[in-house]
């Protein structure tokens, strides 16, 4: 029984460990303030996380790696934008996203766009740095085209 207990404990602390690895916001306003304190950009994933495939190869492939999830952390202020069809969202995420969406002009999932944004007045303006999707080739292949974008307009 000892040993049952250890392992589930062992087990539940990994994923608890995984998880503060990256730490994804999902209210936007918390990001910018601290993107700003920290001086670095968003990286905004706009997903449908629980229906499109080429979103859910993108996290597989690349987003849950630990070669990304290093990266992430020198680099960037993670912010997922869900739009999930089964999956319940408050009405607030939901508006939220749904501006961000009209916003940035997406029109397509996966897309993952980098920007720099300060808010001024309760008002919101982006610096757009740039945006790309699922790339082939794993976490190489797609941190070379991140980095390409953010390290030619660094804050």
């Known amino acids: 029984m000892k040993k ?3 392992l589930t404990f062992f087990i539940i602390g990994s994923f608890a460990l995984q998880a503060q690895e990256q730490n994804w916001h999902t209210d936007v306003k918390e990001a910018i303030a601290l993107s700003n304190k920290e ?7 706009f997903t449908g ?11 597989n492939e690349v987003l849950k790696t630990p070669e990304f999830q290093k990266w992430a952390k020198e680099n960037v202020i993670l912010v997922e934008l869900d739009y999930p069809r089964r999956t ?7 508006n939220q996203n749904a501006e961000l969406q009209q916003a940035f002009g997406i029109q397509g999932f996966p897309t993952v766009y980098f ?3 300060e808010s001024k007045d309760g008002k919101v303006n982006f ?3 740039g945006n ?5 080739g794993g976490p190489t292949a797609w941190l070379a ?5 953010i390290k030619s307009q660094k804050m």
């Not at 790309?132 to 082939?136: M, P, Q």
């Open 4 to 6: 049952i207990f250890i």
């Open 88 to 94: 319940p969202q408050t009405p607030e995420i939901k």
């Open 132 to 136: 790309t999707g699922y790339v082939a």
């Open 39 to 45: 001086k670095k950009p968003l990286m905004m994933f």
């Open 127 to 129: 610096k757009g740095l």
């Open 115 to 117: 920007t720099n944004a």
């Open 49 to 59: 996380s629980d229906w499109c495939g080429w979103c859910i190869r993108l996290q």
């Open 145 to 149: 085209v991140a980095d390409g974008i």
